[in-house]
């Protein structure tokens, strides 16, 4: 078994490394816009059945 100081490991040089950073931030960025979405999309789905429950059992 090797020592870690053996291994090689390839780093890209700096501005490769900032366009590497700024590309995740981008995507981290849209994550956090879908979750967003997502947790909008989910709460107006669980107002919209408790308005269908309540017209529903309103109509009974």
Do not use: H, T, Y
């Not at 366009?19 to 997502?38: F, H, K, T």
């Amino acid at each position: 078994m090797k020592n870690l100081q053996d291994f090689i490991i390839p780093i890209p040089p700096l501005e490769e490394q900032r366009r590497i950073v700024a590309r995740v931030d981008q995507l981290m960025s849209l994550c956090d816009e879908l979750e967003a979405g997502l947790m909008r999309s989910q709460a107006d789905g669980e107002k919209l059945m408790e308005a269908v429950v309540g017209r529903m059992l309103a109509e009974e």
